[in-house]
């Protein structure tokens, strides 16, 4: 960000926890009495994951791991690195990933052939944000909070060269008239 570009809200605070309490609900439909593993794709999905679980009510586990698709700009290099493992097995798990922003669906789509070869017993998608127009390999999304408009969002656990984590809102970022 520099003195030409200023932050725009996007999604408020309030339409957020709307779409969360929504994508929970949903998911508790579908995983009470399967104790899911829900795995966090770090870094962007940490905010999104901890609202999210605090409206399930019955037993889970969580893992993260780190992957990465971006270098210091907000072009993605089109190649994802695994930076940090999974640490919990997930052979025969319901695993549920949880993602702040799909948007080529490198990311997710890398994630979900690598826990495939490691046999789960089910494996879902579940993103707060999905943004097609950008899309370059075809992904599943089976709970989505908003379909969102080709910008680059922060905010809510979303960066810009790892700032902006910290706002409550997803914003994005305009040049200024
Ligand atoms: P994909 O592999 O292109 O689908 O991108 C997935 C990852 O890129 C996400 O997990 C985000 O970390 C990052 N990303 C994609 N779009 C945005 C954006 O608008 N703002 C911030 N990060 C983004
Ligand atoms: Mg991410």
Do not use: W
């Not at 072009?75 to 690195?81: L, V």
């Not at 052979?91 to 799909?102: A, K, N, S, T």
Request: net charge positive; hydrophobic share 40%.
């Amino acid at each position: 960000m520099n003195s030409r570009t200023e932050l725009r809200v996007l999604l408020d605070r309030k339409e957020i926890e709307t779409a969360v309490r929504r994508l929970a609900s949903e998911i508790s439909q579908d995983y009470r009495n399967k104790n899911p593993l829900l795995l966090g794709i770090l870094r962007g999905s940490f905010v999104f994951l901890a609202d999210l679980i605090r409206h399930l009510d019955f037993p889970l586990e969580i893992d993260f791991i780190g992957l990465s698709s971006y270098g210091s700009s907000t072009q993605t290099s089109g190649k994802i690195k695994v930076m940090k493992k999974l640490e919990t097995p997930v052979r025969d798990r319901h695993v549920l990933v949880v993602e702040d922003i799909v948007d080529t669906g490198l990311t997710t789509a890398f994630l979900l052939a690598y826990l495939h070869r490691r046999k789960p017993a089910s494996m879902k998608l579940c993103a707060l944000t999905n943004k097609p127009s950008r899309r370059k390999v075809p992904v599943d999304i089976d709970y989505i909070g908003f379909t969102v408009p080709n910008k680059f969002l922060v905010g809510y656990g979303l960066d810009a060269n790892q700032k902006f984590r910290n706002l409550p809102d997803i914003c994005y970022l305009e040049d200024k008239a």
